[in-house]
């Protein structure tokens, strides 16, 4: 799966997740860039990203995610 393929699923995730369909996740794309993208919708978006992928992030890495890129980059390694 490409990153452009990761972050096309990821913004599906968090336009469901935060009912806004404006929402372009990037690389460079920080939680506080989103609006209502708060810590409970994080910790829900990393649910719904680990049920669809089949993959579990660990804790430590949830909590020093500093944007987007190091999730999909996360995700990727994961994934292979």
Known sequence: M?????????????????LNDSIVLTMETRREDIPNWDSFNYINFIVA????????????????????????????KALA
């Open 49 to 76: 990203v680990e049920i669809e992928f089949g993959v579990k992030f660990k804790v430590a890495d949830v909590e020093s995610f500093e944007n987007v890129g190091a999730m999909v980059t996360e995700m990727t």
């Open 2 to 18: 490409t990153v452009q393929e990761i972050l096309t699923v990821f913004t599906r995730i968090l336009r469901d997740l935060l």
